[in-house]
């Protein structure tokens, strides 16, 4: 090679890239990079095939050159390509000596550019798609505005089966533990619920024995009476007894004393029963259940958070019984209004905190609607046209966008392997084991609401 040349190129750089471990999150500026580019728009002595080809067998490893035309990148040359141009038949008499802007000219074809801010996943997808003849090109990476290097595609192989192997091992790790809390939820529920049922069965002895007790009092009253109006003689002893018990204010207080009484063992069935349907276990196939019992259940579980404070609205629609695992779907329904309920709990606190500020004027409210609605579907879905929507909304803050970017994001399978939330846990149950959709919109100084849509077979 002509010493001139090695004085007009600067030899290859690698970059070695980060070396903290490459996780979901790794993008390509955390691969080995290579920084070898020409100037192909020289006047005097432009660079040849030649001299790419010595110099490429001069550094083995190096996967290509990036052309340049007055400092501005026009394209690359890869080894592979160079070699299979040069090797054709006459290829070395007709083009090893041209300028490498003829020989560039010759094996232009479709380059792959990508920021270096690019994940590592997402590059290995975009060089799946090229077309099989390119499969082994080397991606161009940006860098800085003017600044371009080479990666090498086994780089970017390797790197992204390594991410791969954590995404597995994260996600067989988040399905273990997954397994172990579906594992100890059955059991708490197994256990809640027979805690129930030892609390029914008393419960049932007092409700049996209360109409019983009340009819009792009545016709001792009733006897009472009827010996105070025939007694003409009425002793001493007895009106002492009758001042000292106070008997006519006993004979006033003793139904409403019952009555109370009566009003508090129906309140504690129907908390009982109630939490019995919310620790309802799921089985292997879905079966029809009532919803508004069922958010109607948790309502008067939730009522000790509520503290008199957040208004409750239902406005439910006429709904058929639905074919879903009523279990689960209770869990999205108390994630949803829990969310609602510490929004609103938070900025009534807030609003204590500083009484001059124009938030938290209006009384806390949270509005569930059920209705079935009909929406645009493809002809696929023809029969899945008509939904069974239930909204669940709140006139707290609302959301900035940052927050609602953030709570899409958590609904892609990615970002659940990495962290599940609740609303994510709502999510995956809704449309993956009920079909469905879950909606969310939200505006700031307005409010937020949720809107889930079960398929109506």
Known sequence: MPQEFYKKVSPPFLYRGCDRDLGLESTLQELPLYNFSVEVG??????????????????????????????????????????????????????????????????????????????????????????????????????????????????????????????????????????????????????????????????????????????????????????TQHSTDTSVEINHLKQEIEFDFLEQDLTKALSSIRTGAERLKKLVIGLQNFCHIDELYPKTADLHACIDNLILLMNSRLQGEIEIVKNFGRLPPVSCFIGELNQVFLNILSQSVDTLLNEAVRHQLNPDSITGIEKPLIEITTEIVSREAPKTEALLSRWISIRIADNGPGMSQKLQQQIIESFSVGRRADKETTLAVSYRIITAKHGGKLNFRSELGVGTEFEILLPLV
């Open 42 to 227: 020289a006047q005097h002595c432009p660079p040849t095939g030649v001299e790419i080809a010595n110099f490429f067998e001069k550094y083995p490893l190096l996967p290509g050159v990036i052309l340049l035309e007055e400092g501005k990148y026009i394209g690359m040359i890869s080894r592979r390509r160079l070699s299979e141009l040069l090797f054709r038949p006459y290829g070395q008499e007709l083009l090893f000596h041209q300028p490498l802007g003829i020989l560039y000219s010759s094996v232009r074809a479709a380059i792959l550019l990508l920021p270096d801010t690019t994940l590592i996943l997402t590059a290995m997808q975009l060089t799946l798609r090229r077309p099989s003849e390119l499969s082994a090109e080397p991606v161009v990476v940006q860098t800085a505005p003017d600044t371009y290097k080479l990666l090498d595609i086994q780089e970017l192989n390797i790197a992204s089966w390594q991410i791969r192997g954590i995404e597995t091992q994260v996600r067989y790790e988040r399905s273990q533990a997954q397994m172990i809390q579906n594992d100890k939820m059955a059991s708490l529920g197994r256990l809640v619920d027979g805690v129930a049922h030892e609390i029914l069965d008393p419960l049932n002895f007092i409700w049996g024995n209360l109409t019983h007790v009340s009819e009792y009092s009545q016709d001792l009253m009733k006897l009472v009476a009827a010996y």
